[in-house]
């Protein structure tokens, strides 16, 4: 565990926020322990912005990953994902744990279901 919270806390450093000043890391770890991280990319056109969280899942599905076994979010004061990024952050890896952990070093532990509960997905387009 202890890696994938370093992962996120550094590429928290390489955030892209000039508008918002918020930087934001994630790192995501794979079934085989990979550590794949991400920050968040801001654009003028706010609505182009790229979150932490889906940047790292984006890359680790692009590099051929599909099972993931947790998920660290840093930040300044430990927010949660965005709306978008909990409904990606299901759909591509499930109930896993996510720790959120602030500048501080604090982490609070939660489940991606505990973020979105009852989650729209695939099994909604059957029912």
């Known amino acids: 565990m202890k890696d994938v919270v370093t992962a996120a806390l550094h ?3 390489n955030a892209h926020a000039p508008y918002s000043k918020y930087k934001v890391g994630a790192a995501v770890e794979t079934e085989d322990g990979t550590i794949v991280s991400g920050c968040n990319v ?6 182009l912005t790229a979150c932490a969280e889906r940047v790292a ?3 680790a599905i ?10 660290v979010i840093a930040t300044r004061n430990g927010a949660a994902p965005c709306g978008a990024c909990r409904q990606i ?3 591509l890896c499930g ?3 996510i720790t959120l952990i602030d500048e501080n070093g604090k ?16 099994q909604s387009l059957t029912e």
């Open 95 to 97: 109930d896993i744990p």
């Open 11 to 13: 590429v928290k450093s």
């Open 107 to 122: 982490q609070v532990i939660m489940n991606s279901s505990d973020l979105l509960p009852h989650p729209f997905d695939n």
């Open 62 to 71: 692009a590099q051929g990953y599909k099972k993931f076994k947790t998920l």
């Open 42 to 47: 801001e654009s003028s056109s706010y609505g």
């Open 57 to 59: 899942l984006h890359s």
């Open 89 to 91: 952050i299901w759909e």
